[in-house]
Structure formats: C-alpha cells, structure tokens
C-alpha cells in the first residue's frame, strides 16, 4: 500500500492542476490494483456530484449525480465511504456497467467539506477489502490536500 501511496504522491507533485492530479490517480489506481475495473472521481458541484476523472473500459452515463442518490450520492451525503459486496442486491445503487458486482465509493475532504469522492467498481462480487479502504482513504486525503 505504500508504495502505490508514495507513488502516486510523486506523480501528483509533478504537475500543476488539481484536474491533472485527478487524471494520474484515476489512471494509477486502475493500472497498480488488480481488481479496480473502473476508476472514477466526482467532484461536489453544489448538490451533484460531476465526473471529472476516469479510467476504464467505457464511459459512464453518470456524469452528474445529485447528492443522496445512488451509493455516490449517499457517500457524499454521509461523508463516510461506502462499500457494496453484491451491487444487484442493494436498491441504491445507479447501475452503470452490466458486469459490475462491487463497487467502493471513498469521500475526498478538504478540511471538514465533502469535496468530492472516489468511486470504484469491480467485476468480482466483493471485491474490496478493509486494506482497500484504508489505501483509497489515504489517496483520497492527498486530493483533499491539494485542493486547499
Ligand atoms: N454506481 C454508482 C453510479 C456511478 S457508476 O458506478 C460509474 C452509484 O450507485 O452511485
């Protein structure tokens, strides 16, 4: 864990924009994390979420999501990650990709604010462990940090 940490942070500092900072995680984490089909981060827009990063096999049509709704919406909206093992079992979830069975959405704070979060999908039915969350926690305070 880190060594993708300390390897993300040395990418990060390397170029100048938040929305640049944004491109290199969402590419490393799916590159570095076998079971990260789909990396995406969405950034707070008053009550939507807007995708800003991603990197995976195809597009998504959630591109703006309001808050509350779906288990991005209820990531930003508890300000705590979310972790779904079995995504057709869960009535919240906003279905984007027919192979997906996991999905991981982690908060990025800037000071006590909701900002943004990082959403990940897996096509391995729970996929994503505690190791998982701690990894993406961390990645997520290191965009919270730098959008201050
Ligand atoms: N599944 C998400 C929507 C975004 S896609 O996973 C890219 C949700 O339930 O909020």
Partial sequence: MNVIIESLREKIASVSSFAAACEITVREL??????????????????????????GPEATVHVRIPVGQGICGLAARTGETVIVGDVNADPRYLACFPQTRSEIVVPIYAKDDVIGEIDIDSDKASAFTDDDRQLLERVATLLGDLAL
Avoid: C, K, P, S
């Avoid at 799916?30 to 990197?55: C, K, S």
């Fill in 30 to 55: 799916r590159r570095l994390v076998a079971q990260f089909d789909w990396v995406g981060i969405y950034m707070r827009q008053g009550e939507e979420l807007v995708l800003t990063a991603w990197d």
